[in-house]
């Protein structure tokens, strides 16, 4: 099984209260009836405070999209320099004995890719094998746990880095009163998140084992009985005809978002089925997991869940916490709520499920065992 070895989160030092943002926004639309429309939204978005990648002043001046990806990709790869050092710190592992590097992003454009731009600042072999991920959205940090699982189940003794990091502000269109910007100005935040994670068969003196693992079987988890969760498997899936519903429109002003009224039916509906197909799938049902690591979309988003899945108010408190804290990080939001629940030590025992939307629509599911 893979290991995750540590998860580290880091963000940029301009921190603002919901209310400082969301009057600086209304502030920037003319009178009328957005202005109360925004405050209502922010004041129901569940979240208290964010960090943003300039100071708050700045965004007035961003021009057009060239110059606000320029800025994307500078400070992208400064924070995710920082929290790639510090997550191989965490893991006490070398920058040299990482296998792979999986980045994800949906906030801006890099070639090379970020992971690229990092690996010499941090200190990755220049050997080490790159999977840059974009396009997946929130999805991406479950998603790229994933794909980590899928290198190291046939490399077990490796180790492999994944690096998400997300500047959802310099996407915002301040002149866009559509209700799905309106909802967007008041959910996301910027940061980066990464994580370690080595193959079942890892020790330090052999990062480069190349054997196959066994193949994993679709039984109930046996508990990793360890301090960290390991990986037993994952799922994805994409529900054909909501393809409108989620994602960007990309034009001459950068990124736009869109964001249809039906996401929290569709969490509902849809993707409750796929917890309990999955889950059931290794003899497990809904009240076996006793770590909900879910991507806090919003408070709609997570209440449907909860309905749908007959979760109780605590289950989902990891991530509604990381909301309200820090905003939607996009794909780093995932790994932020799997450090908050591996900082309240689950016992040995405990079965978590990582879970994770992204335009498409589709789901991301990561089955853990500690």
Not at 111 to 132: H, I, K, N, Q, W
Not at 248 to 262: A, I, K, N, Q, S
Request: aromatic share 4%; charged share 20%; glycine share 12%.
């Amino acid at each position: 099984m893979t290991r995750v070895l540590a998860v580290s989160t880091v963000f940029p030092p301009h921190r603002y209260m919901q209310h400082e943002i969301t009057e600086d926004l209304v502030s920037g639309l003319p009178p009328g009836p957005e202005r109360e429309l925004v405050r209502r939204l922010h004041a129901a978005a569940g979240v208290e405070s964010r960090h943003l990648a300039l100071p708050l002043d700045r965004y007035r001046d961003l021009g057009a999209f060239g110059e606000t990806n320029r800025l994307f990709v500078e400070l992208a790869t400064a924070l995710g320099s920082e929290a790639a050092t510090r997550v191989l710190q965490d893991a006490g592992v070398r920058p040299e004995d990482v296998d792979l590097v999986v980045s994800t992003t949906v906030t801006g454009i890099a070639t090379p890719s970020l992971e690229a731009r990092v690996a010499a600042r941090v200190g990755l072999r220049p050997d080490v094998r790159r999977t840059p991920l974009f396009g997946l959205g929130c999805s991406a940090g479950a998603a790229g746990l994933a794909r980590v699982h899928d290198f190291l189940d046939g490399r077990p003794g490796g180790t492999a880095l994944l690096l998400s990091t997300e500047l959802c502000s310099l996407t915002l269109q301040r002149a866009d009163t559509s209700m799905a910007n309106l909802v967007a100005g008041g959910l996301f935040g910027d940061g980066a998140a990464a994580l370690v994670a080595v193959g079942g068969d890892h020790s330090p003196t052999s990062s480069r084992t190349t054997s196959r693992a066994s193949a994993s079987s679709r039984t109930a988890p046996q508990p990793s009985g360890s301090s960290v969760p390991s990986v037993v498997a994952a799922r994805s899936r994409l529900y054909p005809g909501t393809e409108h519903l989620l994602g960007w429109d990309v034009g001459d002003w950068g990124f736009r978002m869109v964001l249809g009224p039906e996401l929290p039916a569709l969490v509902g509906l849809h993707v409750t089925e796929e917890v309990e197909s999955f889950l059931a799938a290794h003899d497990l049902k809904p009240g076996d997991v006793g770590a909900w690591i879910c991507h806090p979309g919003g408070p709609k988003v997570l209440d449907a869940l909860a309905e749908g899945l007959g979760l109780p108010g605590s289950a989902l408190a990891a991530s509604r916490r990381a909301l309200a804290a820090h905003g939607n990080l996009s794909s780093a939001s995932v790994l932020q709520v799997l450090k908050d629940v591996q900082a309240h030590r689950p016992p040995p025992g405990t079965i978590g499920l990582m879970l994770a939307f992204g335009p498409g629509f589709s789901s991301e599911l990561v089955l853990l065992a500690w």
